[in-house]
């Protein structure tokens, strides 16, 4: 099938746009997708300019562009949907449904899903992801006393971004630990993780997919060689069998869904940040 162009249309950032467009796309996996974003079109020239990329689009590829729109002004929605184009208005009708079941009218405002509403809870998330950063790759050992979360697991298994997702999205204080080969030949909890089990996920991954991901890093090194991937990733998961922490292969997991396992199992339910 020929790749579709889809337009992820906002007057304020775009993220609402591409988030739901991705989550909707994602079950016509034989579909190719090209996106193009454009957010703060807040403007009839901006609006008509990406109507204009509309129709080059369509005329290019011969097949009607696909765009998101979280528009928030009528008459700027009304442009974009005379395109040549399936749009969809990702606000409108479910204002209007809400609008009757609540009896209350909506107050439309540019950006109110990623301003800054809730200052306390803007600043526990940033919080948060001051301390993913101060505690990251076993950095800040003596910070985690107040980690709600400490990842666990070999180089270049995904603890990284899992904690900063953890803290950006959920402002969870989450630290993570790297075992290095010593840490695995001694098949115990390294000394700074000892106090912090209830604390601890561990993180594991399949060791062909951990020599490519590392390959890409260090090409040649041992470090990257499938049998000291193989070697680490099993004597990883043996220490989390030994000391009972609960784990999470991250092979075909992507960050979010890492995230709310570990929220999960935990027991750590948040909402978002």
Known sequence: MPERTVFLVSDHTGITAGEV???????????????????????????????LEIQEAYRAQGVRPIVFS???????????????????????????????????????????????????????????????LAADDGLGVERYPEAEAILVGVSRVGKTPTSLFLALHYQVRAANYPLAEEDLERADLPKPLRPHRAKLFGLTIDPFRLHQIRTARKPGSRYASLDQCRQEVARAEALFRAHGLPYLDTTHASVEEIATAILQRLGLPRGLG
């Not at 991705?22 to 957010?39: C, G, I, K, N, T």
């Not at 109110?112 to 809730?118: K, L």
């Open 21 to 51: 467009a991705r989550s909707l796309l994602a079950h016509f996996e034989e579909v190719a997708f090209a996106y193009r974003l454009r957010p703060f079109c807040d403007t009839e020239a901006k609006v008509r300019g990406v109507v």
């Open 70 to 132: 979280t528009l928030t002004d009528a008459g700027l929605f009304a442009l974009l949907k005379a395109a040549p184009a399936l749009v969809f208005d990702l606000f409108r009708p479910y204002l209007e449904a809400l609008e009757a079941e609540l009896g209350v009218r909506p107050n439309p405002r540019v950006g109110r899903v990623h301003s800054v509403g809730d200052l306390s809870a803007y600043l526990r998330r940033m919080e948060a992801v001051e301390f993913a």
